[in-house]
Nanobody
């Protein structure tokens, strides 16, 4: 069973940048498609970005496309989410998630989750 641990969240001003990290352990990352989800206060958990096990396929929600970049290094068992031009509506608890085979946009398809890291965008 793979374990995931997010880090890198914090308070950032609008139009600022932040990079989230997800460290995996307990299994080889090569077997998993990876994704970032977020959940704002009083909102449902939503798909942010996903990356195939090879790293060649990347997928984004419409709300973050062009501002966020997902990447991975299987040798280091790491996944990152680079966020730029942050907006107050990006404020949420961000989760790293893993599943076998292909990336999916529904959180119900993922079996493995980290504890989350808080991102707050405010002046």
């Amino acid at each position: 069973q793979i374990q995931l641990a997010e880090s890198g969240g914090g308070l950032v001003q609008p139009e600022g940048s932040l990079t989230l990290s997800c460290a995996a352990s307990g299994d080889t990352l090569t077997d998993y498609a990876m994704a970032w989800f977020r959940q704002g206060s009083g909102k449902e958990r939503e798909f942010v970005a996903g990356i195939s096990w090879t790293g060649y396929g990347t997928y984004y929600s419409d709300s973050v496309a062009g501002r966020f970049t997902i990447s991975r290094d299987n040798a280091k068992n790491m996944v990152w989410l680079q966020m730029s031009d942050l907006k107050p509506e990006d404020t949420a608890l961000y989760y790293c998630a893993a599943k076998k085979r292909a990336v999916a946009r529904s959180y119900s398809n993922y079996d493995n989750w980290g504890q989350g890291t808080q991102v707050t965008v405010s002046s």
